[in-house]
């Protein structure tokens, strides 16, 4: 496996459902984040993670449970979500999140459908 | 807050020159990404810009006014394959944090 990988790619899940969406990255970098994409909307940044410690929280609802066990490996744990919270869910890793200029490179994503 | 602004849909023909405009309203800067993005795929890296001036890369070329708040993205000879959805993104002054704007789908016809 090489870049940026994501399991699943799809999720139908209903509103009581708890599922968790996962993240590998293979490219040695020390930052993680998680981002949502609605349709019509801009690329939005829910998590950052540098090192294994959460940096930023973008006022994310705590139905979004992010974890961070190690630097290649971030998931995203969802508990009784909203139809609204249908969207393309990205990951992305860098080699730093803290010092700026590196580029972030970016998983195919999961698309979520909540019922 | 970050506000960034860039148009929705530009259209172009295979061959010509298109200019992505992307301006920027920021409480802190570290630096100015695009990425491209096709449909039903993952975000890449096309460009990062910190100072001011144009970088250039192959047919694509990135530039970056701080003092305007402004940077445009060119994409000379187009092709088909071009045709995409084009991310403008805005690094926070304290790190690598991104806001992106909304995107400009560019549709290159023959």
């Known amino acids: 496996e090489t870049g940026v990988t994501q399991t699943p790619r799809h999720l139908v899940m209903g509103m009581t459902n708890k599922k968790s969406l996962k993240c590998e990255q293979h490219l040695g970098h020390n930052a993680m984040y998680w981002y949502k994409q609605s349709a019509k909307k801009p690329l939005e940044l829910m998590f950052v993670y540098n090192f294994k410690e959460q940096t930023e929280n973008n006022s994310v609802p705590s139905r979004f449970s992010p974890e961070c066990p190690n630097s290649s490996h971030l998931f995203l744990h969802l508990h009784t979500l909203q139809p609204e919270d249908s969207a393309l869910y990205l990951c992305a890793s860098s080699r730093d999140g803290l010092a700026g200029g590196y580029e972030q490179f970016f998983g195919p994503g999961t698309r979520l459908t909540v019922l | 807050g970050q506000n960034i602004d860039q148009p929705t849909e530009m259209t172009a023909t295979e061959g010509a020159i298109v200019q992505i405009n992307c301006t920027y309203q920021t409480s802190g800067f570290n630096g100015l990404f695009w990425y491209q993005q096709h449909a039903g795929e993952a975000p890449t890296f096309l460009s990062y810009n910190v100072l001011d001036g144009l970088e250039e890369k192959g047919r694509f070329s990135s530039f970056l006014s701080r003092s305007k708040g402004y940077s445009y993205l060119l994409l000379k000879e187009l092709q088909m394959k071009d045709s995409a959805s084009y991310l403008c993104?805005?690094?926070?002054?304290?790190?690598?944090?991104?806001?992106f704007g909304g995107g400009t789908r560019v549709l290159v016809k023959p």
């Open positions: 993104a805005v690094a926070s002054a304290a790190g690598n944090k991104l806001t």
